[in-house]
């Protein structure tokens, strides 16, 4: 009798065992993200508009809670090779689709730009805003929304309405190295296409019917989205006091201008 409720105490045992170190491995790898996915990652910096071979490119195991929807799969490089980036992409970077999707040299249709489950979505901007002249595909820009009840009111607020938004198209170009002095009208220069989701879209559909639409490019590089961006309006860039709280301590830093510009120190 004794041996064997000492057989069943050491069976039960072995069992409370196997499930404590069974759960102890399904929460680390909750805890660090969950399951690895095998991405496709650079190791040899490609430059904009260079085609993408195999030696430039790798794989590395990321949690999948870390695992961004437009990242290429290790099953999918050998869908890319060949193709060109339309932003330079750094060593050690993920590589994305974003990075390939308007790369060709060739103009593309709009629609075969657009990733699935993503929305182009076209949006004109003032037509003072000579800026957008210098935006290309490929670039990153954040979208801001001028809003107000009527044209000259002072009841209006500057409303961050997206962070870093893929460009797909200028004007009717879809490509990065189109040539500027063709198919460009006053018109053409001032309407952009952007990557969005369906909710995207319809944020940028209802702030359009409130007031004008703006953009800012930001480096390719500077993928941080800044939380708890507030609204502004026209008492706070008014009062001296609320106007500092705002802008804080600028960051600066060196200018990379291959000469100065026209009456500048």
Do not use: C
Not at 137 to 160: C, F, N, Q, R, T
Request: hydrophobic share 40%; proline share 4%.
């Amino acid at each position: 009798m004794n041996r064997r409720a000492v057989f069943i105490a050491l069976v039960v045992g072995i069992l409370g065992l196997f499930l404590l170190l069974l759960y102890q491995r399904r929460f680390e790898t909750e805890a660090s993200g969950g399951d690895k996915v095998k991405l496709v990652i650079v190791v040899k910096q490609i430059d904009r508009g260079k085609v993408i071979v195999e030696d430039m490119i790798a794989t590395r195991e990321v949690p999948l809670a870390y695992v961004e929807e437009r990242a290429i799969k290790d099953n999918e490089k050998n869908k890319i090779l060949g193709l060109r980036v339309g932003t330079t992409v750094k060593a050690q970077q993920t590589l994305m689709w974003t990075d390939i999707v308007t790369a060709s040299e060739e103009r593309r249709e709009l629609s075969s730009l657009v990733l699935p489950g993503m929305r182009a979505v076209s949006i004109r901007t003032a037509r003072e805003d000579s800026s957008i002249a210098l935006i290309r595909p490929g670039d990153y820009v954040d979208v801001i929304g001028v809003l107000g009840a009527g044209p000259a009111s002072e009841a209006k607020s500057a409303v961050l309405l997206l962070q870093r938004v893929l460009v797909l198209a200028t004007g009717a170009d879809t490509s990065p190295d189109q040539d500027d002095s063709k198919n460009k009208s006053a018109d053409k220069e001032n309407i952009i296409t952007l990557s969005l989701t369906v909710t995207e879209a319809q944020i940028l559909a209802l702030a359009s019917e409130r007031g004008r639409i703006a953009v800012a490019v930001r480096h390719p590089d500077d993928q941080q989205r800044t939380p708890g961006i507030v609204d502004i309006n026209f008492d706070s860039i008014l009062d001296p006091n609320k106007r500092s709280a705002l802008t804080g301590v600028r960051r600066t830093g060196p200018v990379n201008l291959t000469a100065p510009a026209p009456g500048g120190q």
